[in-house]
């Protein structure tokens, strides 16, 4: 893959070239500010970004208006965004523009030293996947408000779309959940029946899915 990599911190930037690099992947910018970004992904249209959430100068949500930015402008860019903390608002900004469709994630730096599975988190990105940090997912699902239209929803099929939320495809979820791919399938039928979502097509339902898990 083609990888653009926004972080103002030299040595987890240099860290992630050189951990992309080595894996197979080519690094076409490796930038320390939000502008510097908009700019890479502008000029390269990468297959992935790699964002920090906090860059210069008020290292507040640079990172992330900057991701927003660059979607705008390159639609449907990937973007895995990286933040040092759960920032709810951050990732509920970032996850609006999933209406592009889809190709967002949004990680805990922590999750970065466990290679093999960042790695696979960033194909899935590249790949138009919708992929959040289970913490990220669970501090989401506590601000449910009492209006809450995930009410319908059977214990198992907020399961299904807790781990929808996390990324995961239909057969991930099913051996997961230790069940059929056929009982997947109906679950999230069944979810998209009671969030009322009209026919589309299937990953553009399953975002919008996810953004209703999250936003409540």
């Known amino acids: 893959m083609r990888i653009v990599i926004a972080d103002d911190a030299v040595l987890l930037r240099e860290g992630l070239v050189r951990l992309l690099t080595e894996s197979g992947h080519e690094v076409v910018a490796a930038v320390g ?31 992330l208006r900057a991701a927003v930015e660059a979607r ?44 093999d599975e960042f790695l696979d988190t960033l194909r899935r990105v590249a790949a138009g996947g919708t992929v959040l940090d289970p913490e990220v997912v669970g501090q989401l699902f506590a601000r449910r408000r009492r ?13 299904v779309l807790a781990l929808m939320a996390e990324g995961r495809s239909n ?36 975002v919008l899915a996810v953004l209703t898990y999250l936003r409540n």
């Open 171 to 206: 057969t991930a979820i099913a051996r997961a959940l230790v069940v059929s791919d056929g009982a997947v399938e109906k679950h999230v039928r069944n979810i998209f029946t009671k969030l009322t979502l009209p026919p589309d097509t299937e990953q553009h339902r399953r």
């Open 147 to 159: 209006d809450d239209p995930l009410r319908e929803l059977t214990p198992r099929e907020r399961e």
């Open 33 to 63: 500010d939000g502008d510097a970004l908009v700019e890479a992904v502008v000029r390269h249209q990468p297959d992935v970004s790699i964002v920090d959430v906090r860059m210069p100068p008020s290292h507040t949500d640079e990172g």
């Open 72 to 115: 705008r402008l390159v639609p449907r860019s990937p973007i895995l965004v990286l933040s040092q903390y759960v920032e709810v608002s951050y990732a509920d900004d970032l996850l609006a523009t999933g209406g592009a469709g889809g190709g967002i994630g949004y990680l805990l730096k922590d999750r970065v030293a466990a290679i």
